[in-house]
């Protein structure tokens, strides 16, 4: 019985070298022993990779975005999409004293037909960093590279439902850095989701394409920049995603993620 661990595939996909750049962007998608790595650095600011049309990963510097979406029906099946990005992003001058609020905010659909009590391994992956510039952080380790300003993240990973389900999951991370001297950051970010199937005959899907998107908002009369030349350009900082009504909050029930943190640097 294969079991499926979120963190594995990170781990396997970062095996070739990975120097600091200042923006990438990284689809990936797998279904069984099809693996698509889209991974790009310092080039182009979008990119997709699927399978078919059971599994897309998405991103686009542009508007902040990555979006990931599987949707895999019957038994020993094995899929997982993983959109992940990262820039550089440069404040003007005169931003010094003052707040610059980040965030990631994410949405998405969990849908489990067909249970029969067998077997069964699903979920979500989500990651948020800020580093000062230059903190030797890239696509690779930024989630375990020390000395993050903001990090937030969170997994979750089910098992073997009774009944079948059908979830939203609508969730925002948002920190604040009051901007001293250093006014250069790397950011980062990514959304995936992951099943095994095992024995489970019925289908799971997994809808997190209508996007995770990363906003910054920062006070009147400040601006800024990135390496990329597009990122946000076309993005309003987010708040919350509304539920529809009429969906059935079943199963796992609806899941709310809230952080947020002030973080003050001191200049140097």
Do not use: W
């Not at 610059?100 to 249970?115: H, K, L, M, N, R």
């Not at 300003?149 to 979750?156: A, H, K, T």
């Not at 990122?231 to 899941?255: D, E, H, K, Q, R």
């Amino acid at each position: 019985m294969k079991q499926l661990l979120f963190s594995c595939l990170i781990a396997s996909t970062l095996f070739a070298a990975a120097n600091a750049n200042a923006y990438y962007v990284r689809p990936v998608a797998q279904m069984n022993s099809v693996f698509s790595d889209g991974l790009i650095q310092n080039a182009a600011t979008s990119a997709s990779q699927n399978i078919g049309s059971a599994v897309k990963a998405k991103v686009d510097l542009n508007n902040g975005t990555g979006k990931a979406f599987v949707d895999i029906t019957g038994a020993n099946q094995y899929g997982q999409a993983v959109a992940s990005f990262g820039d550089r992003v440069s404040f003007s001058s005169n931003a010094v004293g003052t707040t610059a609020d980040f965030s990631f905010a994410f949405d998405g659909t969990i849908d489990v037909t067909g249970v029969t009590g067998g077997s069964l391994q699903y979920g979500y992956s989500t990651n948020y960093f800020v580093f000062e510039a230059g903190s030797g952080a890239t696509f690779a380790n930024f989630t375990s590279h020390g000395g993050h300003l903001i990090g937030q993240n969170e997994f979750n990973s089910f098992t073997n439902p009774l009944a079948d389900v059908s979830t939203v999951i609508n969730g925002i991370f948002s920190d604040s850095i009051v901007i001293g001297s250093v006014k250069d950051f790397d950011i980062f970010a990514s959304i995936g989701v992951f099943t095994s199937t095992q024995s489970h005959t019925g289908n799971v899907t997994l809808d997190f394409f209508n996007t995770g998107i990363f906003g910054i908002d920062v006070a009147s009369g400040v601006t800024y920049s990135s390496q990329s030349g597009v990122f946000l350009n076309s993005v309003v900082p987010p708040t919350s995603v509304p539920v529809p009504g009429t969906l059935a909050l079943l199963g796992l029930g609806l899941l709310v993620l809230i952080g947020r943190r002030r973080l003050v640097l001191s200049d140097k």
